[in-house]
């Protein structure tokens, strides 16, 4: 069940949340509860601009309301859910991208899956020609869901790893290209640019390609998540987040606070390491998932 995902990766958080809404108890005047939301808030890693944000909404509504509008309010932060695009005929691409360590091989592997759960054949660009140790991880997944991959040599221009990819997709008939490429620093402007070559050369071997190009960001890592969100918005046309590691910590407000930063909408949530740990994002079961017992806490009078 992918509700049951939702609750259980993202239990710390909720329980942090709840554990400093808790400490308020009933009774309590709204100025104190309405301090605990927000420190609860920024200790899930939602950041400034979210926690006072929600602590606005709650201002202006009557006590008994507190419920609804903590929902309402992270709802409208969380922005709707938007699905990944596949092209219309022909092998669809999706390139990912992020820092070393965000979870994007993972990802990759997690992704094949599901495209294998939908009956969609893949084929995954290895294009981390830098580390071979990248290569080989990526071929670990590759087995479990069934995929060919497509290797690089040693140090060969990553985007011809890609544009080779899409050429055997192609041939093949395949639905999914899924372009792994080397993590790097956002603010490595060499890094970027050849990240930018990566993702034209999908579109000079497949007409209306990349699909997606998928930034991936920690979870954990909370605040720094934006950070590298802009940086690589400049190297590549960024069109959706994939936030992992949720489960990791009691940091999963960090999605709020990527969401409330950037225009790029979320797309997929990693909830474990687990191969079926990755789910389509829902701001609805999101919330609900992180969202306090209120008929524990006292909601102000
Ligand atoms: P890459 O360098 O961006 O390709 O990152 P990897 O895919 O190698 O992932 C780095 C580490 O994060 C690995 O140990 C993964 O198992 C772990 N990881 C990836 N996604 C998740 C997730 O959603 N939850 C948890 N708990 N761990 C994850």
Redesign the pocket.
């Known amino acids: 069940m992918i509700w049951d995902r939702w609750r259980k990766g993202l239990e710390r958080t909720r329980e942090a949340l709840g554990a400093r809404l808790r400490g308020v108890g009933r009774g309590a005047q709204r100025e104190e509860v309405l301090d605990a939301v927000e420190e609860a808030l920024l200790t899930a890693d939602c950041g400034l601009t979210v926690a006072g944000g929600v602590r606005r909404a709650l201002e202006r509504r009557a006590p008994d309301d507190m419920p609804q509008a903590f929902q309402e309010a992270m709802l409208r932060i969380a922005g709707p859910a938007e699905p990944l695009r596949w092209a219309e005929e022909g092998p669809t691409v999706w390139v990912l991208v ?10 990759v592997g997690k992704l094949a899956m599901m495209a294998k759960g939908l009956g969609r054949s893949v084929v995954i660009a290895a294009a981390d020609t830098y580390r071979a140790a ?1 290569t080989d ?1 990526v071929a670990v997944w590759a087995e479990r869901a069934g995929a060919e991959i497509v290797r690089g040599a040693e140090r060969q221009d990553p985007a011809s790893v890609a544009f080779q990819a899409i050429e055997r997709a192609k041939a093949k008939g395949a639905g999914l290209v899924l372009v ?1 490429t080397a ?1 790097r620093l956002h603010n490595r402007q060499g890094l970027l640019d050849e990240l930018g070559k990566l993702v034209r050369a999908t579109g000079r071997a497949l007409y209306g390609a990349p699909h997606e190009v998928l930034l ?1 960001v920690d979870g954990a890592t909370g605040q720094n998540a934006v950070a590298q969100a802009q940086g690589f918005m400049g190297a590549a046309p960024l069109t959706g987040v994939c936030v ?5 910590a009691a940091k999963g407000g960090s999605l709020l606070a990527v969401r409330e930063a950037l225009s790029l909408p979320v797309k997929l949530v ?4 687990g191969i079926e ?1 990755l789910v389509a994002f829902s701001p609805e079961e999101y919330v609900q998932a992180i969202a306090p017992n209120w008929a524990e806490i006292g909601s102000g009078s």
């Open positions: 992020g820092v070393n360590g965000a979870g994007k091989t993972t990802t990248a991880q792994d993590g991936v992992t590691k949720l489960d990791g990693g909830l474990g390491e740990d």
